[in-house]
């Protein structure tokens, strides 16, 4: 299992590739109080070589053959013939090929990578700024 890649706080989009950057997208121009505490959570692309060969494999094959079909074949022949075993292992090397580089953009949650961090303790040490800015920006925060 491989570890977390990107990062997300609350509903957040996934595509931030550090906590930090997370982070600070969730807390930026909330409005005051910010909370006491967040909860990070990271995501790891989603394993296509798994999750989708077999349907990649399928589609492929049938928008082959539909193309085939058009061009070459016989009505008559063509609704009763199936790929052989040679066509569909042929065709899952290419899917599982194009699935092991294809950039993915779907993610999902890697167990265990969850943490809860001190709003006060991050602003402080990473954007001090925003408490120069806004000194009430934890005034009247609730537990």
Do not use: C, Q
Not at 11 to 32: C, K, P, Q, W, Y
Not at 119 to 140: Q, Y
Request: glycine share 6%; charged share 35%.
């Amino acid at each position: 299992m491989s570890e977390a890649t990107h990062w997300a706080v609350g509903d957040v989009d996934m595509t931030h590739n550090d906590e930090d950057s997370a982070i600070e997208a969730f807390l930026d121009g909330r409005e005051a109080p910010l909370p006491e505490t967040i909860t990070v959570e990271g995501y790891r692309p989603v394993d296509l070589t798994i999750a989708r060969a077999d349907d990649l494999v399928e589609g492929a094959v049938e928008s082959v053959l539909e193309r085939l079909n058009d061009e070459y074949g016989w009505e008559e022949l063509n609704n009763d013939w199936k790929p052989t075993e040679k066509i569909k292992t042929a065709m899952k090397g290419l899917a599982l090929a194009i699935s092991e580089d294809y950039p993915v953009r779907l993610m999902e949650p890697v167990e265990g990578s969850s943490y809860e961090i001190d709003v006060r303790k991050w602003v402080g040490d990473e954007s001090p700024e925003w408490l120069t800015e806004n000194p009430d920006l934890f005034k009247g925060e609730t537990t």
